[in-house]
T-cell receptor, first 114, second 110 residues
């Protein structure tokens, strides 16, 4: 069974701190891993990772994938209160039919205090 | 640009009632998904459809049925609603890259 586990489940830090969110997975024939940010409503896309060791970066956010150890991390530097959200990790297993099944983890609830 | 449109946004049902959640996308995506999100939880996959005419079960399919009416539309039906189905439901569509989500349907079963 495909499985995605995120840690920690909840994290509270002060503005300006750097945080690292973890995502480990067990899937059949890995295809890609995606990170999303969810504030009040629908999740919004952050990164898609397919290759090990290649960092994706957008402003203060960055992410990297390790396909050997089956995990990814999402880093946020110089955190701001606007970074408070649930961060979701999703993995796409490669299926026989080529279907794009997308399995999410439980999410990490990040709270940034001023 | 509409993206993914879900209706309704809110719904209250009595136990045993049935209803259909509608989802439509205008991005010509082949894959569509239905997820549920309970408080403090991530997204759990109910059903997905890789292409028009195909559907597959996800992690929590019991109590639900789906129809991929055409490439644009993917509906989720609750035949006999139960309080355990109280949740926020998200529809999404995708083709190889990021998934785009609708704004969600908050469903309460009393």
């Amino acid at each position: 069974e495909d499985k995605v586990v995120q840690s920690p489940l909840s994290l509270v830090v002060h503005e300006g701190d750097t945080v690292t969110l973890n995502c480990s997975y067990e899937v059949t024939n890995f295809r890609s891993l995606l990170w999303y940010k969810q504030e009040k409503k629908a999740p919004t896309f952050l990164f898609m990772l397919t290759s090990s060791g290649i960092e994706k970066k957008s402003g203060r956010l960055s992410s990297i994938l390790d396909k050997k150890e089956l995990f990814s991390i999402l880093n946020i530097t110089a955190t701001q209160t606007g970074d408070s959200a649930i961060y979701l990790c999703a993995v796409e297993p490669r299926t026989v039919q080529g279907a794009q099944k997308l399995v999410f983890g439980q999410g990490t609830r990040l709270t940034i205090n001023p | 640009n509409a993206g993914v449109t879900q209706t309704p946004k809110f719904q209250v049902l009595k136990t045993g009632q049935s209803m259909t959640l509608q989802c439509a996308q205008d991005m010509n995506h082949n894959s569509m998904y239905w997820y549920r999100q309970d408080p403090g939880m991530g997204l759990r996959l109910i059903y997905y459809s890789a292409s028009e005419g195909t559907t597959d079960k996800g992690e929590v399919p019991n109590g639900y049925n789906v129809s991929r009416l055409n490439k644009r539309e993917f509906s989720l039906r609750l035949e006999s609603a139960a309080p355990s189905q109280t949740s926020v439901y998200f529809c999404a569509s995708r083709w190889y890259t990021e998934a785009f989500f609708g704004q969600g349907t908050r469903l309460t079963v009393v």
